[in-house]
């Protein structure tokens, strides 16, 4: 004790010797104040105890270790309003997850949520990872209020602090006026040994760096430690001269277990005191700190529940043990106590989950400033809009629409309306038709002749799909300013990035050589950094105001995966561009065709993944995304938003040519099946049914069929005009055989009339979105795909995806990559791969063959091996 009180005594006192970055400690302390902050930080771990303690699981080596910087930074140094989501707040990120008994403990003493269904209340924190509670084994966006993100897996906190530094720098370039700071804050990360590890972090604070991004404030709990002993058996460079050769500032607090607030207040103005560069503050802690030998300063801290529990509170909630300690400070925390537990007259120690009176009232004190604060705020908000409506009419009716929740400007689809008439003018007027019975004619032959004068041979000219989602994608930018995005260094390639349009985000230095450079500028330049361009889009999302976006080769998604799964926990409502989808790819061989992404992308919740197979599809892609976004709500009246409706979307789209090979039959557009997952895009029969009845919603029809098909071909994508063209095939086959066939029954009347061979009907639907599909009631799901009838053959047909991949949930059978791909030209590639429509006929035909010599007929006995490899569809799970 003795010796930890003079460790202490140092701590308080050590500066004078130090570098230039190295933080000060003031000389003068107010006695109050420091034994305030001394009880604080004990309240702090023993609530993060005993929250673990009731859980028998949690964390404590972090919450104790970092109590001191928790209790400056929530008692001293950040703005927020606990009240309700001020869009002007500090952010905090804890990147080390793991230590969230630490942030909740936060949140409920500064009274998030107070008296609201989202309280951060101490009947919260005794419910510490149980099942249906607000607080989680790690901080989840949406589900606690205060939380800024979804946050565990080490170093993804770091990158989506430099989101938010972004988000932050760009609104206030472009909203702030003159006397009008509408857009100020800071953004807070405590990282630790893990995140600076993890590759993602280096990531981020290289690009951070580069973009100069000064409201950004990262405290590493530099404690030595992590799960399997001391980092240096993993661990030895130098963080500091690391983070420097980035172009951060770095500071240092020498010992980060003082309990002194103006330590870290002092740390924090050096960093405010420049304004070209990320700050990180490295703090020498010990994990653990306080809970005596053996533990603290060992891997023993990290995780789970300390033994010694009922020791550490005596030590620090007795006011007899706090006077036996000889600490000065702890003298006068000792009267804190003491007075205390006069309402405790038969009590020694203050009890579990118990908050002293001074602390709690320093906290809300802190909770209820931030509130007047952001009142304040808002009436700024409303002069600024009384002061500037006049002259810039435009700038306050975005910036008013995006504090109400809508992003998106009024028409804000205009301009893809319009390119999409023109798209579907230059493709019908050469799109040929497909009949289903082509031996159909008068008397006289006309009809047929007819049909054939009608049909167009010339096939219109398409273009790329990754084509098509670029010119979309620029026209939604061109109309929104809420949209932000960019690409990890193949926009060049994919399309997403417009100069005249966007600009560039880059610092006001960079004017002189890049025209359009300034935090303004609605394109950012992620460099090769997969990983942390997706991660930082996840903190641009949770900072509101922003509709953030990224392209990219499909398969390069995979380096960000952990990213976009957080965004789907979070239900980030991020749009993903991913071209390049499949073996169409070509030469680049099977390192760049992402045979397998497809497959674990649906496997996402709440991930919506789309691969549209024509423009049309496309354009109803982006409505779909875009209506998210389209829905007022006032940002300002919860605490934290809780729609369940915005989730990501995954638009997947091909390098080459994407369209149709004939027009569809069913006069259902492709905008309006896309919303409904999946539909009937060209049936077995020519004549559109007087049966098809609208449904509520989006127009579109409901697949009521009188005539069944014999075979449904399924298709997305490119995929979807392969499975059209093997219908083609497959019609002129069964006619073929249907000559055939009839000519053997010549000379046998009775035969040829009673077995007069039928065409063979196939059924083409179009599926570019499962999770949309599945969330269609079950009436229709089996009216597209007529799974009520076990005669009719399903066939699902993609080259993006492999086999065992959950196909069978639609369909009997399914032609998929069995492997990866090959180099070479996409069409040489798809041909020994087997993926031309005469290969993909054969394999239906085949199959369509043998099915007939297995199904059961009348007087037959029940086939029992049949339900062996027949897919029972059955009502499918509720949507994502």
Same mark, same amino acid.
């Given at each position: ?91 905090? #990120? ?54 800024? #993100? ?25 909203? /702030? ?94 960093? +405010? ?31 789970? +529940? ?30 804190? !106590? ?10 020694? !120690?203050?009890?579990? &989950? ?81 009949? /289903? ?307 053997? &029954? ?12 039928? #065409? ?22 089996? /009216? ?54 005469? &290969? ?41």
């Amino acid at each position: 004790v003795q010796r930890r009180a003079l460790f202490l005594a140092r701590c308080d006192t050590m500066g004078a010797d130090t570098a230039d970055t190295t933080v000060m400690v003031p000389e003068q302390k107010d006695d109050e104040r420091l034994a305030l902050d001394r009880l604080s930080v004990y309240t702090i771990r023993l609530l993060a105890a005993d929250m673990v303690e009731k859980a028998s699981s949690g964390h404590l080596g972090a919450p104790f270790g970092c109590a001191p910087l928790a209790n400056a930074l929530w008692g001293r140094i950040m703005k927020f309003s606990p009240r309700k989501r001020w869009i002007n707040r500090d952010r905090f #990120v804890l990147s080390a997850g793991h230590a969230s008994a630490l942030l909740y403990g936060m949140l409920h003493l500064t009274g998030h949520g107070l008296g609201g269904p989202y309280d951060v209340s101490m009947d919260e924190l005794k419910l510490f990872r149980q099942a249906g509670s607000s607080t989680p084994g790690h901080p989840e966006f949406r589900l606690t209020c205060g939380v800024e #993100v979804t946050t565990g897996p080490l170093g993804q906190g770091f990158a989506n602090a430099v989101g938010m530094a972004i988000s932050e720098a760009h609104l206030c370039a472009t909203f /702030n006026r003159e006397g009008f700071p509408v857009f100020d804050y800071y953004v807070y990360c405590l990282a630790g040994d893990g995140c600076l590890m993890e590759g993602i972090s280096s990531e981020a604070a290289s690009l951070a760096g580069h973009l100069k991004l000064h409201k950004l404030i990262v405290f590493y709990d530099d404690n030595k430690i992590t799960i399997d002993g001391t980092t240096d058996l993993a661990f030895s460079e130098d963080v500091g001269m690391r983070f420097a050769a980035y172009g951060w500032n770095v500071l240092h607090i020498p010992c980060g277990n003082t309990s002194d607030s103006n330590v870290y207040e002092k740390a924090v103005r050096d960093a +405010k005191s420049q304004t070209t560069k990320p700050t990180i503050v490295i703090m020498k802690t010990t994990i653990g700190d306080g809970a005596g030998p053996g533990i603290e300063g060992t891997a023993k801290a990290h995780g789970g +529940k300390f033994s010694n529990l009922e020791a550490i509170r005596v030590k620090w909630f007795s006011a007899e043990a706090l006077r036996k300690n000889g600490d000065a400070v702890d003298q006068q925390v000792a009267d804190l !106590v003491a007075a205390e537990l006069e309402a405790h007259p038969d009590a020694k !120690v203050l009890p579990k &989950f118990h908050v002293p009176s001074s602390v709690l009232q320093k906290f809300r004190d802190v909770g209820a400033r931030g509130d007047r604060m952001s009142d304040q705020w808002e009436e700024m908000l409303q002069q600024y809009y009384r002061q500037f409506r006049a002259t810039e009419p435009d700038l306050v009716a975005d910036l008013e629409g995006r504090m109400t929740g809508r992003y998106l400007t009024e028409k804000w689809d205009s301009k893809i309306n319009d390119y999409l008439c023109r798209e579907q003018k230059a493709i019908y007027s050469n799109l040929r038709t497909l009949w /289903n019975n082509e031996t159909a004619e008068d008397s006289d032959g006309s009809q047929d002749a007819k049909r054939r004068k009608i049909e167009t041979p010339t096939q219109p000219a398409y273009k790329a799909g990754r084509v098509y989602v670029a010119e979309v994608l620029k026209n939604m930018v061109a109309m929104n300013p809420a949209i932000i995005g960019g690409s990890a260094d193949v926009a060049s390639s994919c399309g997403g990035h417009w100069p005249e349009i966007q600009g560039h985000f880059l610092p006001p230095a960079f004017a002189e050589k890049v025209p359009g450079a300034s935090y303004s500028g609605r394109y950012i330049h992620f460099g090769v950094r997969e990983h942390a361009c997706l991660a930082i889009l996840n903190g641009i999302s949770s900072s509101s105001c922003l509709i953030p976006y990224c392209t990219l080769f499909t398969v390069f998604y995979q380096y960000g995966l952990p990213a976009i799964r957080m965004a789907s926990i979070s239900k980030f409502p991020v749009l993903y561009i991913g071209t390049h989808d499949s073996i169409d790819l070509g030469e680049d061989g099977p390192t760049h065709q992402p045979v397998e992404l497809l497959p674990q992308l649906r496997a996402m919740p709440n991930l919506l993944v789309i691969r549209p197979g024509c423009v049309e599809e496309i354009v109803g892609a982006f409505q779909v995304f875009a209506a998210q976004y389209t829905d007022k709500q006032s940002i300002s009246l919860y605490v934290d938003p809780k729609t369940v409706v915005r989730r990501p979307v995954f638009v997947m789209t091909s390098r080459g040519e994407l369209g149709l090979p004939y027009k569809g039959n069913t006069g259902i557009k492709g905008t309006e099946g896309l919303w409904r997952g999946a539909y009937v895009l060209h049936d077995c029969v020519d004549e559109v049914p007087t049966g098809l009845v609208p449904p509520s919603g989006k127009g579109v029809p409901r697949a009521h069929h009188v005539t069944l098909p014999d075979i449904v071909l399924i298709g997305s994508g490119q995929d979807l005009a392969l499975v059209m063209k093997t219908k083609e095939i497959l019609l002129q086959w069964s006619k073929t055989f249907n000559e055939r066939l009839r000519a053997s &029954f010549d000379g046998f009347p009775h035969v040829a009339t009673s077995a007069a061979p039928a #065409v063979l009907k196939v059924r083409i639907v179009s599926m570019p979105c499962w999770e949309l599909f599945d969330e269609q009631d079950q009436e229709y799901q089996d /009216n597209v795909l007529c799974s009520k009838y076990q005669k009719i053959l399903r066939i699902y047909v993609e080259k993006a995806a492999t086999k065992n991949t959950g196909h069978d949930k639609y369909a009997h059978m399914s032609v998929l990559m069995p492997s990866y791909g090959l180099s070479g030209k996409a069409a040489d590639v798809e041909r020994k791969l087997e993926f031309t429509p005469e &290969f993909i006929a054969a394999k239906v035909w085949s199959s369509w063959m043998d099915r007939g010599r297995i199904l059961p007929q009348a007087g037959d006995e029940a086939d029992r091996g049949f339900s062996s490899w027949v897919s029972h569809l059955g009502r499918r799970a509720g949507s994502h």
